[in-house]
C-alpha cells in the first residue's frame, strides 16, 4: 500500500505514522506536516503542507504521486491558536473562535480531500479517513460546551458525508470515514484528561493501532459513516 497522513507531526498522527512503516504490506508513507517534526524511517517520506494555499497544497501532494491507498487526516485542534477555548457557555464565544475551529477542523481536511482526489484508484479499494470526534455527532450531544469545536467537527462530519456520495459515483472501490480515536494522550487533550479515567485514556499507539485496524475492515458499504476506534458506528 501507498499510504499518506497528513499530522504526521501530531501524537495520533504520528503513531498511525509509524505502524504503518512496520507494515509488510505498507510500502511508503507520506508524512506530511505544516510546521512540526514527522517520525523517520526507510519508508517514510516526509512533505510539508499549507492548507491555506490551494495551489500549493496540489503542488505537495502532487508530488507524492498516484496511486494513494490509504489516506489519514489527522490533524485538527481543540484550543485555539492563542491557548484559549474550548468554550464552556455560550457567553465565550465568539466570531473568531467559531471561524479559527471551523478552518481547522471542516475546512482543512476539506481541501486536503479535494488535494488528494485525483491520486485516489477508481479500479482499486482506497480509504480516506479523518480523524473527526464523537463531540461532533449531533445526536450524541447531550453535555454540550465545547461549541466551535463540536460544530466544526459536525461540519466535518458532513463534508466527509457529501464527498462520499460523490465518489461513490466516481470510485465505486473506495471508503471515506471519519473516525473518532477515543480519548488519546496527546498535547490537543492534555489540558482537558482530569477525570477521564486511566483505563479509558489511550496512548496514541493504542489509537493507532485500533483506528488502523478499523479501517482495514471498512468496505465501500461504510464508505460516508462515523466510526469510533472499536468500529461501532456512532450517530450523526
Ligand atoms: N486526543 C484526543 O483525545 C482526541 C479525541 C477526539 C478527537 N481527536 C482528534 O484527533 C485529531 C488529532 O489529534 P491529536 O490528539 O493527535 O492532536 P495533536 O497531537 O495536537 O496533533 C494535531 C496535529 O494537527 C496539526 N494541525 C492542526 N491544525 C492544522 C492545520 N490547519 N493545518 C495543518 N495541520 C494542522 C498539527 O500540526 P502542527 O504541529 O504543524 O501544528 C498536529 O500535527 C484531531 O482532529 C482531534 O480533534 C483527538
Request: glycine fraction near 10%; charge should be positive.
Amino acid at each position: 500500500m501507498r499510504c499518506a497522513v497528513f499530522g504526521a507531526s501530531g501524537g495520533i498522527g504520528g503513531a498511525i505514522t509509524r505502524a504503518l512503516a512496520a507494515r509488510d504490506d505498507v510500502s511508503e508513507v507520506h508524512a506530511g506536516s505544516r510546521h512540526g517534526a514527522v517520525p523517520q524511517g526507510p519508508r517514510i517520506h516526509p512533505f510539508r503542507f499549507d492548507t491555506r494555499d490551494e495551489a500549493g497544497l496540489d503542488h505537495a501532494v502532487a508530488a507524492i504521486g498516484a496511486p494513494l491507498d490509504l489516506v489519514v487526516i489527522a490533524i485538527g485542534r481543540l484550543t485555539r491558536a492563542d491557548g484559549s477555548g474550548p468554550e464552556k457557555a455560550l457567553r465565550q464565544l465568539s466570531a473568531a473562535a467559531l471561524a479559527e475551529q471551523f478552518a481547522d477542523n471542516a475546512i482543512a481536511p476539506a481541501m486536503i480531500a479535494r488535494a488528494v482526489l485525483p491520486l485516489l484508484p477508481r479500479q482499486s479499494r482506497w480509504v480516506m479517513a479523518t480523524l473527526s470526534a464523537r463531540v461532533g455527532s449531533i445526536g450524541d450531544n447531550r453535555l454540550g460546551g465545547w461549541h466551535a469545536y463540536r460544530a466544526s467537527k459536525a461540519a466535518l462530519n458532513m463534508l466527509w458525508r457529501t464527498i462520499a456520495v460523490e465518489c461513490a459515483r466516481t470510485h465505486p472501490h473506495g471508503v471515506l470515514a471519519a473516525l473518532h480515536p477515543g480519548t488519546v494522550n496527546t498535547a490537543l487533550s492534555a489540558p482537558f484528561q482530569r477525570g477521564v479515567p486511566a483505563d479509558k485514556l489511550f496512548s496514541p499507539d493504542q489509537s493507532a493501532a485500533a483506528l488502523l485496524a478499523v479501517i482495514d475492515r471498512l468496505t465501500p458499504a461504510d464508505s460516508g459513516g462515523l466510526f469510533a476506534w472499536d468500529g461501532s458506528a456512532i450517530a450523526w
